[in-house]
C-alpha cells in the first residue's frame, strides 16, 4: 500500500472510532438509563483515547511528512493533508500528562458548576474557574500564537480568526446595535403575541417540527429527531447526522426554532460530498460557518414573512388554534425582540450582544486584564450598558453557560460570527436565486438548500472560513449585512419610522 | 501490577470494547436511519475485529497461563479463567483466515436466505446452506470433540450439553407431549378469546408492557423498553439493559408476552453480581439458562391463574374493552394452545415439538445423516408426525429462520432446554418461597424476583448449566417438571377429565 492509501485507510480507521463514539455520546443524551452513566463514561473514555491516539500517532505524522511535499495530490488530498496536518500539530503539542491532568480537572469544574449555578454561588465555583484559566493560558502557550494567547485559542473554534479582528468587528457591530434596539423598545410597536398562548402536547410540536424539517429538505433516511434536554445535532457516520430538539409545554414557536436551528446545522453535514467521508475534512469549515447554517435556516428563513407565508396553514392544521390567525400576525410573533438575561433564550436582535459581553470578558480573563473575583460585577456592569438590565443572581449571570467551567474559551465568538455570516450568505443567495423569496413563500426550500451545497456543504472542512466565504460572497467577511438585516426587519415589525 | 490485576484490566477493556459494541448493534435494530446502515457495518466490523484481537491475544493467554495454578485466588477469580481460558482456547483453535472466509460467506448466505424465504425458493439457497453446514464441520474440527461434531457446536451455547444427551432428554418428552396434544384437540375445550380482537394503539400496548416490566421488578433507570422487529435485549453496559419488543396492531396479548420473556432476560442481566462486571462472567450461564428466565416470567407467571388475578384489574385499566372480562376467561385466553406452523409463534405447549424437529434435522445435516436437497420434504415429515399439520410452501417450513442460514448450528436446542429448565427452577421456587402462588395473586412479584437473583441471576457464568441447575434444585436437569407443568395447566384449561 503506498503512503496516500495508507494514510487514508489511517483515516477511516480513525473515522470509525469516531462514529462509535458519537453513538455512545448521542446515546448518553437521548437514550441512556440514569444509572448507566457511570460505566458509559469509562467506555467513553477509552474510545475517546483509542481515537486520539490514532490522531497523534508517529505512523501519522510520517504518513503527513511524507505527503507534504508529494506531487499529484489532488485538491481534496491537499486539503485533507493540510486540517489533518494542523491538527496533528496542535494535539501533539500537548503533553498527554497535562492534557490527562486538564481532563480531570475540567469534570470536577464541571460538576463545580452545576452544583455553583444551582445555588447561585459564584465563589464556590471562582477557584475551579480560576484553575480552568490557567490550564487555558498553558494551552495557549503549548499551541503558540503571535499577538494574543487568546488567539490560539480562537483557533481551535474559527481557523484564522484573531481577536483584533474580533475587537475590529464587534466595534462598529455594537455600536449599531446598542442604540437600535433602545430605539426599538422606546419607539416600536412589539407584536401581538396572545394567541401563541396555550399548552402544546408532545405529539403536536414533534409533528410541527418534522413538518418543518421535511420542507427544508432533511433526509429522514439518513438521520433522525429525538427530544434532549440541551438540543445537538451530530454527525454518528456518512447517512447517519441526528437532530435533538427541546419542546416547552407552553412555547411552540421556541421548539419550531430549535428543530430549525439543529436542522440547519444537519444539512450542512449531510450535504458533505460523499468523498470527504472519513478524509479529515467531513465536517463544517469551523464552528462559525456551522452555526451561519442553523442561524440562517433558523432566522433568516424561520422567521421570514415568505416563510410563514408557506407554513402558516401547515401550522395551523397541526396546531387547531393558530389556524384562525392570519400569516401577517404569525410572521410577527415569531420575531419579537426584547432584552433577556439568559443568552439561549435571546432573540436574534439581541443575541450578539450576549456574545460581545462574554468575549470582553474571557479575552480579559485570557490575557490577565480581568480577574475572576471581579466577574460578576463587570458581567453585570456589561449587561447594563448593553441590554439595560441586570440579572438578580449569579445563576442567571456569570453562572450561565457551561463553556467556561469546562475550559472552552475562545468558543463563544463563532455563535456572534454565525450570525454575520450567514446575513452575508443569505444576501448573496437572494442576489444568485432568482425570485427566492418567491420560491420560499411557496413552500420551495430546495432552491436555496441546492444552492447552499453547491456552494458551502459540499466543501465540508476543505476551505477555511475566510476563504470560503470570500469564493461563496465574493467579498471579505462583513458585518454590515447583518446590521442592514435587523434594522430593515425589525423596523418594518415594530413599525419604527 | 501483578499478573491478575493486568488479567482484570484486560478483560475491562475488552468489556468496554463490548459495551461500544452492543450499542451500535442495538442501535443499529432499533434507531439506525435506512442510508446510515452500510457505514455502521463497516464500524461494527472494526470494533468487532479490536475486541477478538483482544479475547485471542498472546498476552492474554500468557495471563491465563500464569494464573491456571495460581493459589490463592477467589472462587469468582477461579471462575473467571476457567470461563475466559474456554472461550479463549475455542476462539484460538480458528484460523483467523478461516473465521474470515466464513463470516463473509455467512453474510451472503443470510442475504441469500432472505431472498429465498421472500420467495419460498429453497432450491436457491440450497447451496448456501450446503455451504454453511461444511463451515460448521470444519469449525466442529477445529474445536474438537468426542463423540458427535455436533457436540462441538452444542458447547458455544449450552456448555457441557450432548447429543447424546439431548435425545435422552427429548425422547420421553416426545413421548409424552405428542399425545398429550392430540388428546388436547380432540377432548379439551378450546378457551373463547374472541373479547381479545381488537385493534389496539402503540401507546396503549406500550403502557400495558410497562406496567408488567415494572410489576416484575425490572429497573427502568437501569434500562429501556423500546420497539423492533425482532425483539431482544441487550447488556450495553453495567446497569444498562435493555429490552425491546414488538406490537401487533391486532394483538394485545402477544406483544405483552414478547415483553415479558424480554423482561425475563433482563431482570437476568441486571441481577448480576456487581463485582462480576466485565470480568468474563457477567453473561448468563448458557444459552439454555438465560431462557428458562425469560420462558418463566412469559409463561409461567405471566400465563398462570395467579398472575392474572393481579394483572386483570391492570388490563382493564389500560385496555378498555378488558375492563369488563372476567379474571378466568383472561386467564384462559391467554393459554390457548394449537399446532401452528410458525416456531415463533407457537404456544408453549407445542414450542418443543418445532425444537425437537430442528435438532433432529440440524443433527443428522452436520453428521453427514441428512442431505441439504432432503431437508424440505423432511420438514414436512416431521410436522406431520409432530403437529399434524404441513406447510405450503418452505417460507412457512424449512426457510423460516435465520438460525442456518448464518451457521448457526447447535443454537435450537437451547430453546427447548430453556422451557425445561424454567419449569424445574419454578418447581423449586414454589417449594422454597411459601405461598407463591398467594403472593404472585397480590401482585408481589419480589419475591420471586429476590429468590431468582439469590439463586440463580447474582452468580452470571460462574457455573456451567449443570452445576447452576444442581446447586439451585438439588436435582439433575430432570424434564418431566415441563410435562407435568404443561399437562397439569392444559388439563384444566381445556377442561380434560
Redesign the interface.
Known amino acids: 500500500m503506498d503512503t496516500l492509501a495508507a494514510y487514508k485507510e489511517h483515516l477511516r ?1 480513525i473515522g ?2 469516531e ?2 463514539l458519537a ?2 455520546q448521542w ?1 448518553q443524551r437521548t ?6 452513566h ?3 463514561a ?2 467513553i473514555g ?2 475517546t483515547k483509542m481515537a486520539f491516539e490514532m490522531s497523534v500517532s508517529d505512523k501519522l505524522g510520517q504518513y503527513l511528512d511524507d505527503l507534504q511535499g508529494q506531487e499529484g495530490l489532488t485538491e481534496e488530498e491537499r486539503a485533507s493533508v493540510r486540517a489533518v496536518g494542523k491538527s496533528y500539530r496542535r494535539h501533539k503539542a500537548i503533553p498527554p500528562a497535562f492534557y490527562e491532568e486538564y481532563a480531570i480537572a475540567a469534570a470536577h469544574s464541571e460538576s463545580a458548576w452545576e452544583e455553583a449555578k444551582e445555588k447561585s454561588n459564584f465563589s464556590s465555583f471562582q477557584p475551579h474557574l480560576a484553575r480552568m484559566i490557567d490550564y487555558a493560558r498553558k494551552f495557549a502557550e503549548y499551541y503558540g500564537y503571535e499577538d494574543s494567547p487568546y488567539d490560539a485559542l480562537i483557533e481551535e473554534y474559527e481557523p484564522g480568526m484573531t481577536s483584533a479582528q474580533l475587537s475590529t468587528i464587534i466595534e462598529p457591530l455594537r455600536g449599531e446595535l446598542v442604540p437600535f434596539i433602545k430605539r426599538l423598545l422606546q419607539d416600536g410597536k412589539r407584536p401581538d403575541d396572545t394567541f401563541m398562548q396555550g399548552e402544546f402536547p408532545e405529539e403536536m410540536q414533534r409533528t410541527l417540527s418534522s413538518r418543518a424539517l421535511a420542507a427544508m429538505g432533511y ?6 429527531l429525538d427530544q434532549t434536554v440541551h438540543p445537538f445535532t451530530t454527525t ?5 447526522v441526528r437532530v435533538t430538539t427541546r419542546f416547552l409545554p407552553h412555547d411552540i414557536l421556541s421548539g419550531l426554532a430549535s428543530s430549525m436551528h439543529e436542522g440547519g446545522h444537519a444539512l450542512y453535514d449531510q450535504g458533505i460530498r460523499d468523498d470527504l ?1 472519513w478524509s479529515g475534512l467531513d465536517e463544517g469549515a469551523s464552528y462559525g460557518i456551522h452555526e451561519s447554517q442553523s442561524r440562517m435556516w433558523e432566522n433568516l428563513v424561520g422567521r421570514s414573512r415568505p416563510f410563514w407565508k408557506f407554513f402558516a396553514p401547515i401550522a395551523g392544521e397541526v396546531v387547531p388554534q393558530l389556524s384562525s390567525v392570519s400569516t401577517e400576525k404569525l410572521y410577527r410573533a415569531a420575531n419579537i425582540a426584547e432584552p433577556s438575561l439568559v443568552r439561549v433564550e435571546a432573540d436574534e436582535v439581541t443575541y450578539n450582544l450576549h456574545i460581545m459581553l462574554r468575549f470582553e470578558l474571557e479575552e480579559g480573563l485570557i490575557t490577565g486584564r480581568i480577574h475572576t473575583a471581579d466577574l460578576p460585577e463587570l458581567w453585570r456592569d456589561a449587561m447594563q450598558r448593553y441590554l439595560g438590565i441586570v440579572p438578580e443572581d449569579d445563576a442567571h449571570g456569570v453562572l450561565q453557560d457551561v463553556h467556561w467551567s469546562a475550559g472552552l474559551f475562545g468558543y463563544f465568538p463563532s455563535y456572534m460570527l454565525g450570525n454575520l455570516y450567514s446575513a452575508q450568505f443569505f444576501a448573496t443567495a437572494r442576489k444568485e436565486i432568482p425570485d427566492l423569496d418567491e420560491k420560499i413563500a411557496q413552500g420551495n426550500l430546495k432552491e436555496l438548500l441546492s444552492w447552499l451545497r453547491e456552494n458551502i456543504h459540499q466543501y465540508g472542512k476543505m476551505y477555511e472560513p475566510k476563504e470560503l466565504i470570500e469564493r461563496v460572497t465574493g467579498e471579505a467577511p462583513d458585518s454590515s449585512y447583518f446590521v442592514r438585516y435587523i434594522v430593515d426587519k425589525y423596523s418594518d415589525v415594530y413599525s419604527l419610522h
Open positions: 480507521e470509525k472510532l462514529s462509535a453513538l455512545l446515546d437514550n441512556l438509563p440514569r444509572k448507566g457511570p460505566a458509559r469509562e467506555v477509552k474510545l433526509d429522514f433516511d439518513a438521520g433522525r454518528i457516520g456518512p447517512n447517519d467521508r
